[in-house]
């Protein structure tokens, strides 16, 4: 008797379900279905109509909801959960670089980084004398062994009379040879231009390497991309986002070349995730912040495509702006509170004190901050303000609290990048002013450009503080993820395994093994928050993705594992098997039509419609 209750119950549901409206398009059953939403629940289904979810409960619950066309997919117990939210990359630049000759962040000796630019020139034959060569993806911090450094004459030692532009993975120094040190300008008398440096040897001649601001004198040289070209990188870099599952992104420093290409794939049909934009605020060249606020909105008007829709589409609501440069060796260009140490005994006996520099004064002045801040809060635009030392994590937090004082100035989402250390004293503040630090979590790990070029020169107490994402969010800020790509590799999984376990990958070797620092990793719940539900708030997106809910759009990702049970480091090893947005499959690997060989943990996919 029972059992017939269950049964009619059972048919009485499905009846309900296909009165509410036609059948949906897609049925997602027999999974682990990580909503995020406030809960953190888990369900075993998920249906999808008309780019929005029509369901997310039981497998009867979601059967009930399929018709003759609608496509099953059996998870096989594998994960589905949102799409990733990447609030913070260039993907304009991560796209052109897949295209150029690239030093793939790698760790170089000097005779191996002058063997790979050299196998660039070799091949790009045939370009005239005059025409620049930019190299990049440089990494740097990791030049072995540590502390080797270069000059123009490392590259003068090259086979060419093209001026070559080596351009770092950070973006905030370019190595240039003696041909391009004369096509840029520099001569002894050179001064460093506002926000930048140029760098000098102990007689003051130019060696070539420039930092920030500085970087302009040699870049603009390098040839602009042309239509075509621009339309390649931003197909690149959608490819390469979709088979990480980023369903939205922010382009943290855009210009109309790139919106004009993400315009013409967008009325192609091919923007496959939804694109938001933030344009430069500059006053270093006399731009008032009226003036350039007015240029935004320019933009804005020309293309954004207004409010959120199934379909992806572009907005441009965020403004960018530069409070300093970077903390890390040797640019220390990151504002600081406490001056750099520098090294005042030998190398075999280091003795490390106070240093005459603090970093730069802050890109913005505390007044000029605070006017542009309320121009844009006026305009409703959201500030997106680079800053990577404590001294301007400080004066941005300082300005926003005077902006919270006007009613615009309630309504505005500021975010802050980067923030690499912040004084203890400011960590309550970020949700005192509701503000996102929006952290690249990858940066958490021993690596070179944190061992090397940040312990010794912090000195020990400020080192223990950097990358301080499980405190802040302790203190209770909101926490988002923005890869900063291509300053990095796009590797949103491996930046979440180093949010856990703020460890680097087992192949790093000894020098980087163990933790960064004794601060705590985030728990893998907060770390996909972070990605997903937490960082589409930066973007007022949150009503409508960044959580698997009724009603909000379908932008979802297949992993090929559980990664709530999975060992910490098959974090890094996650595979996307499908992203879907709105509702639209936009990548699908072959391994999801393969029945897994271990419910939960295999790599491979599903049977398709079983």
């Known amino acids: 008797m029972m059992r017939r209750l269950v049964v009619v119950a059972f048919l009485l549901a499905g009846a309900g379900a ?55 997919i059996d998870l096989h117990g594998r994960m589905l959960m949102p799409g990733l939210v990447d609030a913070h990359m260039h993907p304009q630049s991560g796209g052109s670089r897949l295209l150029n000759c690239s030093l793939d962040y790698l760790r170089l000796t000097v005779p191996q980084f002058q063997a790979r630019i050299q196998a660039c020139i070799d091949r790009d034959k045939g370009q005239p004398p005059d025409r620049p060569l930019l190299v990049v993806n440089w990494f740097q911090q990791g030049m072995e062994p540590a502390g080797a450094g270069t000059t123009a004459a490392t590259l003068d030692a090259l086979r060419t009379v093209r001026p070559l532009i080596v351009r770092s993975s950070f973006g905030h120094s370019v190595q240039l040879n003696s041909r391009a040190i004369a096509l840029a300008g520099i001569n002894r008398d050179t001064p460093d231009p506002g926000g930048g440096k140029i760098v000098r040897d102990a007689q003051g001649n130019a060696t070539g390497l420039l930092e920030d601001a500085a970087q302009d004198l040699a870049m603009r040289f390098v040839p602009a991309l042309n239509a ?63 003036g350039a606020v007015a240029d935004l909105l320019r933009q804005q ?65 505390g007044p000029a901050l605070r006017s542009t801040l309320a121009e844009l809060a006026r305009a409703r635009i959201d500030p997106h ?45 970020f949700a005192q002013l509701n503000v996102t630090p929006v952290l690249s979590f990858q940066w958490a790990k021993p690596a070179p450009d944190t061992v ?16 301080p994402q499980a405190v802040l969010q302790q203190a209770g800020a909101r926490i988002a993820y923005g890869s900063d790509w291509p300053v990095d590799p796009l590797d949103a999984w491996f930046a979440l395994k180093v949010a856990v376990t703020r460890s680097a990958a087992p192949d790093a070797g000894n020098e980087y093994a163990g933790r960064l620092t004794a601060q705590p990793g985030m ?33 979802l990702i297949v992993l090929d594992r559980n990664v709530l049970t999975i060992p910490d480091e098959d974090i890094a090893r996650v595979q996307v098997l499908q992203t879907v947005v709105g509702g639209k499959v936009v990548y699908e690997s072959r391994a999801l039509r393969r029945k897994p060989a271990r419910s939960g943990n295999g790599a491979g996919g599903c049977v398709i419609g079983c």
């Open 301 to 365: 008007g020309q293309f954004d495509q207004g409010p959120t829709r199934a379909a992806p589409s572009m907005q441009v609501r965020h403004a960018k702006l530069f409070m300093d440069g970077v903390i890390a060796a040797p640019a220390f260009t990151g504002a600081m509170l406490e001056p750099y140490l520098v090294n005042r005994g030998s190398e075999e006996r280091p003795d490390w004190q106070p240093g005459p520099s603090k970093g730069p004064p802050g890109y913005f002045t």
């Open 228 to 290: 075509r070209e621009n339309l390649a990188a931003s197909s690149a870099a959608l490819k390469a986002m979709r088979r990480q599952g980023i369903t939205s992104f922010l382009d943290a420093w855009t210009d109309p070349e790139t919106m004009t290409a993400f315009t013409a794939l967008q009325r192609q049909g091919k923007l496959t995730a939804r694109a938001h934009f933030a344009v430069l605020i500059d006053l270093d060249k006399g731009a008032t912040p009226q």
């Open 523 to 555: 728990t893998r719940a907060a770390a996909l928050r972070a990605a997903t539900i937490d960082a589409t708030w930066t973007l007022r997106q949150e009503t409508l993705t960044g959580s698997l809910e009724t009603g909000k759009l379908a932008d």
């Open 18 to 72: 296909q009165a509410a409206g036609p059948a949906v398009d897609l049925v997602y059953r027999n999974g682990v279905v990580y909503t995020v939403d406030a809960r953190d629940s888990v369900h075993a289904a998920l249906a999808v109509r008309a780019g929005r979810i029509a369901y997310v409960g039981s497998d009867a619950g979601a059967m009930a909801l399929a018709g003759k066309r609608t496509r099953v």
């Open 385 to 429: 303000i680079h800053a990577d030392g404590d001294r301007a994590v400080r004066e941005s937090l300082d300005a926003i609290a005077d902006l919270r004082a006007s009613p615009e100035g309630k309504e505005v989402r500021p975010a802050l990048a980067h923030a690499e250390i912040v004084d203890p004293a400011d960590y309550p503040r």
């Open 452 to 467: 090397g070029a940040l312990r010794d020169y912090l000195g020990p107490a400020r080192y223990a503080r950097v990358e």
